[in-house]
Nanobody
Framework: QVQLVESGGGLVQTGGSLRLSCAAS????????MGWFRQAPGKEREFVAAIQWSNGSTHYADSVKGRFYISRDNAKNAVYLQMNSLKPEDTAVYYCAADPVATMTAGYDYWGQGTQVTVSS
């Protein structure tokens, strides 16, 4: 059973940084795609970033390119989302997701419980 546990959310001022972590367990994740999504109040969940565990290739939503960076640590079975130059519109619950056959932006079957990120203006 795949388990994903996010951490690292919190309250930060505009322009600040946060690093989210996703601890993954229950599988060998080398064939998996790992993604980060977010959902703001009253809005649909949206794709943020993804990484192919096997080769490290990445993909980002246009809204976060150049500000957010996704990475993984094979030894720790963890995926990270470094978020810089945060804006109030980045405020959302952030979810970690995983799947062996997902495209980068959709098709994930496994989800974490989410971590709240709030950016104050």
């Amino acid at each position: 059973q795949v388990q994903l546990v996010e951490s690292g959310g919190g309250l930060v001022q505009t322009g600040g940084s946060l690093r989210l972590s996703c601890a993954a367990s229950g599988r060998t994740f080398s064939p998996y795609v790992m993604g980060w999504f977010r959902q703001a109040p009253g809005k649909e969940r949206e794709f943020v970033a993804a990484i192919q565990w096997s080769n490290g290739s990445t993909h980002y939503a246009d809204s976060v390119k150049g500000r957010f960076y996704i990475s993984r640590d094979n030894a720790k079975n963890a995926v990270y989302l470094q978020m810089n130059s945060l804006k109030p519109e980045d405020t959302a619950v952030y979810y970690c997701a995983a799947d062996p056959v997902a495209t980068m932006t959709a098709g994930y079957d496994y989800w974490g419980q989410g971590t709240q990120v709030t950016v104050s203006s």
